[in-house]
Nanobody, 116 residues
Framework: QVQLVESGGGLVQPGGSLRLSCAASGFTFSNFRMFWYRQAPGKERELVAS??????NYADSMKGRFTISRDNAKSTVYLQMNSLQPEDTAVYYC???????????WGQGTQVTVSS
């Protein structure tokens, strides 16, 4: 079965950095587009970035500060987040979708809190 386990969240001061990881299992990782979404309190879940192969895609508001990458040998996707601001506070979710499907599988999420 598909399993996605996020890690790397925590409390960071404004201007700081975090790297999130999402370890995947139960499917052929290289055939799946991987996503990072986030959901802040009282807001809808929003796309951060996605990657399959080649160039990744980013939400416009995330460009320049966030970098998504993947290691197919480790079945892991990463999200490097720099220059974090309080408005980046959210639960960050990893998602996986086969390139020929519309179904997205989700991890349990990891909390990122940006505060002084």
């Amino acid at each position: 079965q598909v399993q996605l386990v996020e890690s790397g969240g925590g409390l960071v001061q404004p201007g700081g950095s975090l790297r999130l990881s999402c370890a995947a299992s139960g499917f052929t990782f290289s055939n799946f587009r991987m996503f990072w979404y986030r959901q802040a309190p009282g807001k809808e879940r929003e796309l951060v970035a996605s990657i399959l192969s080649g160039s990744p895609n980013y939400a416009d508001s995330m460009k320049g500060r966030f970098t998504i990458s993947r290691d197919n040998a480790k079945s892991t996707v990463y999200l490097q987040m720099n220059s974090l601001q309080p408005e980046d506070t959210a639960v960050y979710y990893c998602g996986a979708r086969h390139q020929l499907s519309t179904i997205i599988y989700w991890g349990q999420g990891t909390q990122v809190t940006v505060s002084s």
